[in-house]
């Protein structure tokens, strides 16, 4: 496979939807209208190393935040964080229009079940606000992460050029 693709996925939201089971110690939180600056500043954080570690960047926060939330797209209520007592542990930050932009998990939190617990906190979230499915992008290369979304009923839909 090559890093030049992304798949477009997708998960219907009909049916019943399971719950997130939060790893010991974390709780969910929300944005808010407005949002703490050092909780936003530390999802950030989380956000950075996950792009770099997927070969990727992300903007620095003060550019990332201006254009995040002035997007006609964000609603501050689709952007959860995970908090642990070390801090952000994990976020999904998604779309109005039922898409997962971005999760990220920080590496101390990896392999516990939090991207999991975070997608279903949105796929639930969606189907509150009565979306028919919830779409992501994920790099085709990205096999662990591909195997998650799998793992939770999405499929691919579309193969793009990246």
């Known amino acids: 496979m090559s890093s030049d693709h992304v798949l477009l996925m997708r998960r219907q939201l009909a049916g019943t939807l399971a719950a997130p089971a939060w790893p010991e110690g974390v709780t969910l939180q929300q944005l808010g209208l ?5 909780l936003l500043q530390e999802a950030h954080a989380v956000l950075t190393s996950g792009y770099w570690e997927g070969g990727g960047g992300a903007p620095i926060f003060r550019q990332w935040w ?12 689709l952007f959860f964080i995970a908090v642990d007592k070390e801090g952000v542990a994990g ?7 039922a898409f997962v932009k971005d999760l990220a998990v920080a590496p101390r939190m ?37 195997a998650l979304y799998k793992s939770l009923g999405m499929r691919m839909i579309e193969r793009l050029r990246a």
């Not at 201006?66 to 209520?77: G, I, N, T």
């Not at 976020?91 to 229009?97: E, I, N, V």
């Open 110 to 146: 990896r392999s516990r079940g939090l991207g999991r617990a975070l997608m279903l906190a949105a796929f639930n979230a969606f189907a509150q606000r009565g979306a028919p499915h919830v779409d992501l992008k994920v790099r085709e290369d990205n096999t662990p992460a591909i």
């Open 34 to 38: 407005k949002p703490n600056r050092k």
């Open 66 to 77: 201006k254009a995040l939330s002035r997007d006609d797209e964000f609603d501050p209520a």
């Open 91 to 97: 976020l999904a930050q998604c779309w109005t229009s």
